[in-house]
């Protein structure tokens, strides 16, 4: 039914009272009318071929039943039907089938087949029943409905739930279903969700490793495209290095190597050989270094960089490549945290630190420019304290991103290395006055982490909501075909379609025409919303008749309407309303940005607040500017109070000096920096 969210939920088993389906209308509509004039339901996921009888009762919230009416559904892909009728809001529809009623030659085959079949079972291992067993009692379902029916439980005194909040059980949160658990209910299940339905991703047999789907990947490429331009705008160009390096690279480094040490997956054997028990590592095929599989890529890099250094005129160097690294991971979300995962990593040398330090701040900024204006998500620059800091750096700059749980997310760094990868790695060259010297360096990242950073910014309880300029589709059209014999409104249907789409690209946008015949229009508008795409158009043979289409965003402030818009403008008319979309999520963002962070508490109200701030936790209660003196010691000790960490010294407050003449909300000490204190993914 167009233009009502429906509930479904129900059982199907022969017997008594066994299928019940339960409609709930939300405003006065017309039901969907079929071409006999009747109201009708698609009964395309029922199983079994002979068919069964139903009996449906209409309730109405006003009176007592409005309509009995019975029928026989015949099979998959068949139409229960009901006479045309109005329904109001909080009327409902219930469906019963009726009890098999089996002759008695059909009772004698069935008790025939279901001895065999118990003997076939009684006759195999314990490992080959459990099929045979689920075919017996189907067959005994047949012949006693009964059977079928689950056990009754005891009422739970616990209130009941509403359809759209009901909890899940593992099972159920294994298959394909549509069911999107409410942030208010559980953020983090919410997020895993959004992945779900959206088809973005989905757990792969490796252990912490995720498949990233087509729809995910699709948006990866976009944030890749782009950034790639930024990132050739800075000066560096794409290299590629190897997967694997010497476990002797890494100790060349001391703080990289503790940094990353218990992170790593290590290679030590190039072969395998038959053992007794299968497939072993070959005793005679191990390896005299080991090989780790990257982590990152700054000792390899390093290593290539003493090659292709020598003189002043050599530098800067700047380099980047787009690969995927593994660091080992106990606990993983996706997009967020997984073993593996894609990213690019930049990495620079320079001739003096006054260099590297502005190609450092300067790539936080492309970072930063690329969050706000292409996902429309803002960002606080600052950077890291000490502690945070990145293996082996001197300095750390760090963008930081506000989730709707009020947790902070990291969601891009740039290092400033020093010399320390130069001197490990002998890197020198000789500057224009014939002496040798160290290189400085930097390098810079950002991963998949940002595709869970844009779901958590801007998506809501019903699927995932894109802004325009990273959606792969910024306009689905949905055409809604004509009667089958009516041949000159489909002439004009495909012009009129034609013409439409051609006015879309001329405007630069990305569209696709959904034209699948075997979903109907209603299953399309549901799978389009999950996924998020920005703009729907709805064109039918009554739109054409009178030059216009429909128009439906996602999201903003007319999200709830459907807009009429003339032919003509089609183009026009998308791309101003979906920068409109695009500005409007970003302001939203914005706001929320500015209003989850508290200023001027004492460290026992940020520690009341925050010891039990969970990221299930929605809308939670978001991150705290405060004084600060700058104590590694004393950032551990919050951190095991209230598990709160440093996400970032904010370039702006500090910049001010607002920190000078305050004491450290902590410590009571002068305060050092301002510091931006919350929980964070």
Not at 50 to 70: D, L, N, R, W
Request: charged share 25%.
């Amino acid at each position: 039914l167009e233009s009502v969210l429906v509930s479904i939920v129900f059982r199907i088993t022969y017997g008594e009272c066994q299928l019940i389906l339960l409609l709930t209308v939300g405003k006065e509509i017309l039901p969907h009318v079929l071409d006999d004039g009747v109201v009708g339901w698609n009964f395309g996921r029922l199983s079994g071929s002979s068919g069964f009888p139903f009996s449906a009762e209409i309730h109405s919230a006003s009176s007592s039943v409005v309509a009995p009416y019975a029928a026989r559904v015949a099979g998959a892909d068949s139409y229960g039907v009901l006479p045309r009728t109005l329904l109001y809001k909080g009327d409902s529809i219930r469906l019963h089938s009726a009890a098999t009623d089996l002759s008695e030659e059909q009772k004698s085959d069935l008790e025939s087949r279901i001895k065999e079949k118990g003997d076939e079972i009684r006759a195999l291992n314990k490992a080959a029943v459990a099929p045979l067993v689920e075919e017996l009692l189907a067959l005994k379902a047949q012949l006693d409905p009964s059977i079928a029916q689950p056990k009754k439980q005891k009422a739970s005194n616990k209130q009941k739930q509403s359809p759209q909040n009901k909890p899940v059980n593992k099972s159920e949160e294994e298959s394909e279903s549509d069911f999107i658990t409410a942030r208010s209910v559980d953020y983090s299940k919410w997020y895993n969700d959004i992945i779900r339905v959206a088809g973005l991703a989905e757990t792969s047999p490796v252990r912490g490793c995720m498949v990233i789907k087509p729809w995910g990947m699709s948006l990866w490429d976009k944030v890749r495209t782009e950034l790639d331009i930024l990132i050739k705008e800075h000066g560096a160009e794409n290299a590629y290095f190897p997967l694997l390096i010497p476990k002797s690279f890494l100790s060349k480094e001391a703080e990289h190597v503790d940094g990353f040490a218990k992170e790593c997956a290590v290679v030590t054997h190039h072969r395998l050989t038959a053992g007794e028990g299968g497939l072993i590592a070959d005793p005679e095929a191990e390896l005299e270094d080991p090989l780790i599989i990257r982590p990152t890529s700054e000792t390899m890099i390093w290593y290539m960089f003493r090659k292709w250094i020598n003189s002043h005129r050599d530098l800067p160097l700047k380099v980047n490549q787009w690969a995927n690294v593994m660091r080992w991971e106990m606990r993983t979300r996706p997009f967020l945290r997984t073993s593996e995962f894609l990213w690019q990593e930049g990495h620079t040398a320079h001739a003096t630190s006054v260099g590297a330090l502005e190609d450092a701040s300067g790539m936080m900024e492309k970072y930063a420019s690329l969050c706000e204006n292409l996902l429309a998500m803002p960002v606080v620059r600052g950077v890291k304290s000490p502690s945070e800091r990145f293996a082996g750096a001197e300095e750390t700059f760090t963008i930081e991103a506000l989730m709707q749980n009020g947790w902070a997310l990291q969601s891009g760094t740039s290092h400033f290395l020093g010399q320390s990868f130069g001197k490990a790695f002998d890197v020198t060259f000789q500057d224009a006055d014939g002496e040798q010297k160290d290189v400085w360096g930097t390098s810079w990242g950002v991963s998949t982490r940002l595709l869970g950073a844009l779901i958590m910014t801007h998506s809501d309880d019903n699927g995932l909501v894109l802004p325009p300029r990273v959606a792969p589709i910024q306009v689905v059209v949905v055409p809604i075909p004509p009667k089958k014999n009516d041949q000159g409104s489909k002439i004009a249907m495909e012009k009129a379609l034609d013409d439409l789409v051609a006015n879309l690209k001329t405007q630069g946008l990305r569209v696709k025409v959904d034209d699948r015949e075997f979903m109907r229009n209603g299953a399309k508008y549901f799978e389009w919303e999950r996924k998020g795409v920005p703009l729907r158009i709805e064109l039918g043979p009554r739109d054409v008749k009178n030059n216009a289409c429909i128009f439906k965003y996602r999201a903003g402030p007319r999200s709830d309407e459907k807009l009429s818009v003339d032919l003509k403008d089609v183009g026009i008319m998308a791309k101003e309303g979906l920068e409109s979309m695009q500005q409007g999520l970003f302001e939203e963002a914005k706001s929320r940005l500015e209003a989850g962070i508290t200023h001027d508490v004492s460290y026992d109200e940020m520690k009341q607040a925050l010891e039990n701030d969970e990221a299930s936790a929605y809308p939670g209660n978001g991150l705290y500017l405060v004084p600060w003196k700058c104590d590694a010691t004393n950032e551990d000790k919050i951190k095991a109070e209230c598990k709160a960490t440093i996400r970032c010294y904010p370039l702006d407050a500090n910049n001010q000096g607002l920190f000078k003449g305050k004491k450290c909300f902590y410590s009571g000490d002068d305060a050092t920096h301002m510091a931006l204190f919350g929980r964070a993914f």
